[in-house]
């Protein structure tokens, strides 16, 4: 088991930065694939970002790239978003996703979400 706790989310004008933090608990990140999702009001749950968990292999959703990245830092068990030239189209609940295959079986961990508001 793994228990993935959001937190860095809050109220900020366009055009500001936020970071956010995903600390992980149960189990360490090593060997899991870790994501960052979104999901507005009324919409469904986005991909934003991935990254291997030996910090490699960085993937953004063409909305976010250039602006945001995500990092993991192995050691604190956490995983961050840093998030820059927001826009009110960021606005969302942003949730930490912790995942892996074994053999044919997947296992996905869900945070609990932080929202993220940006105002105009």
């Known amino acids: 088991q793994v228990q993935l706790v959001e937190s860095g989310g809050g109220l900020v004008q366009a055009g500001g930065s936020l970071r956010l933090s995903c600390a992980a608990s149960?189990?360490?990140?090593?060997?899991?694939?870790m994501g960052w999702f979104r999901q507005a009001p009324g919409k469904e749950r986005d991909f934003v970002a991935s990254?291997?968990?030996?910090?490699?292999?960085?993937d953004y959703a063409d909305s976010v790239k250039g602006r945001f990245t995500i990092s993991i830092d192995n050691g604190k068990n956490t995983v961050y978003l840093q998030m820059n030239s927001l826009t009110p189209a960021d606005t969302a609940v942003y949730y930490c996703?912790?995942?892996?295959?074994?053999?044919?079986?997947?296992?996905?961990?869900w945070g609990q979400g932080t929202q993220v508001t940006v105002s105009s």
């Open positions: 996703e912790a995942q892996k295959t074994i053999a044919t079986v997947n296992y996905k961990y």
């Open positions: 149960g189990r360490t990140l090593r060997t899991y694939d």
């Open positions: 990254i291997k968990w030996n910090g490699g292999n960085t």
